[in-house]
């Protein structure tokens, strides 16, 4: 096992990596609360739904505490009472956690088996447990090249072939055998609310974006405005706010409640303070190749006329990525470089909520390689895009796919060709 990072979901489901934690199974729990709120309105179940939270949290602290401090042999039943509450309950049945979810947590807990077994010795248990959690979907190759955990296992032709099999799931090899874009028949038009609509003006009055954005050139006010969002709006991907879905609202959410909102609205935010000082912008839903795979990350692409194209603007992280001559990239470009091995540079101020400084190995590498894989975007890009007091229409989303793929979890008009997809504003 090694430290691993904690996820959480948003619209679709959004993730980051908040902090980093001793144990893969705490996810679960982050999940249940979700569940648990969604079934609140019926007693029996949110009562067993909490009575389950507890019972797996007890055992699950019992065996991180167990296995970190060398006990590994005690660890051991508590950690098969986790996987046994997994195998045997059936409160998912009642609950809107996906069955994904329960899946990879099980893989997890599989994986923290299989290291306890390889440091007891037992070869064939480790092997056997390693076996099940890839059959769930185990897909961190880096942590199993590096546990030392499973160090006794490293000759075995069995595990080598295990292994194998889990490079082959690493992000950058999914994104790496996607198919090509082609130019195909889709007509859309992506539009842009003006700046002089009342909603923006009050945005860029609000915040007094003038003074944010400075005296620079274009790049450094595009810049200037990432920081601003990222400094004044805190990120939790495990929040969804409860207000309408505009810069000024979860702005005073953020101030009143001391929650933060999660990626998808702290682009939608950046987005609006774009489009107020005239620059184009949308909020792109950045979405992962495997269906069942429930989280997703949300960015901004914002149009530079300075520099004549579509630029990687990430306000979840304070992050731009340019190439090996400092020139800033699109997510296009980010995207296409990572399939062809060509350099990037990920920008130094990148970071999570001022906590965390963030490498350009696991964030680009690996998790914006995962979900750099389909794109979402809103053909009229506007104050409040998505209310929670309206009925959002789906026909106003656009997705760009590689050509034959086949995922239905965003229903909406699609294209093959990212000429229509990243046009000129």
Known sequence: MKNVIKRAPSKLACNWPN????????????????????????????????????????????????????????????????????????????????????????????????????????????????????????????NMVNDNDLVSLRKDKKYQA?????????????????????KDDAKMEFRYQPKESKNLQMVRDYFKLDSVAGQGDELSKIINLLHFAHDNIRHDGGNQAFAELDAIDLYNYYKTTGKGVNCRQLAISLCEMYLSMGIPARYVTCMPADSLDYECHVINTVWSSQLQK?????????AWVTDENGTMLSIA??????????????????????????????????????????????????????SVYRDNDPAADVRLIPVGFVNNNWKCDTTTDPEVFWAKP
Not at 162 to 182: E, F, G, T
Not at 310 to 318: C, E, V
């Open 19 to 142: 902090v980093n934690i001793l144990c893969k199974n705490v996810r679960l729990l982050a999940v249940l609360a979700i569940g648990l709120m969604s079934v609140m309105s019926v007693k029996a179940q949110s009562q067993r739904m909490l009575e389950f939270q507890e019972e797996f949290s007890k055992y699950q602290t019992q065996y991180r505490d167990l296995f970190f401090s060398g006990k590994h042999k005690e660890a051991m039943a508590p950690l098969a009472s986790c996987i046994a509450m997994l195998d045997t309950t059936t409160i998912f049945k009642v609950s809107p956690i996906p069955e994904a979810a329960i899946k990879e947590q099980k893989g997890l807990l599989l994986y923290d088996q299989a290291c306890g077994y390889a440091i007891l010795g037992q070869k064939k248990q480790a092997l056997a447990a390693l076996e099940q959690s890839i059959q769930l979907g185990y897909r961190d190759y880096n």
């Open 162 to 182: 295990l292994q194998a099999q889990v490079k082959d799931r690493q992000p950058i090899s999914v994104l790496k055998k996607s198919a090509p874009y082609a």
């Open 310 to 318: 579509w630029l990687y603007i990430d306000p979840t992280m304070d």
């Open 333 to 386: 470009e980010v995207r296409e470089r990572l399939i062809n091995d060509q350099p990037l540079v990920l920008c130094e101020t990148a970071n999570h909520n001022h906590e965390s400084q963030q490498t350009k190995e696991y964030y680009l590498e690996t998790y914006m390689a995962k979900n750099l894989y389909y794109f979402v975007c809103k053909k009229l890009n506007r104050f409040n895009p998505e």
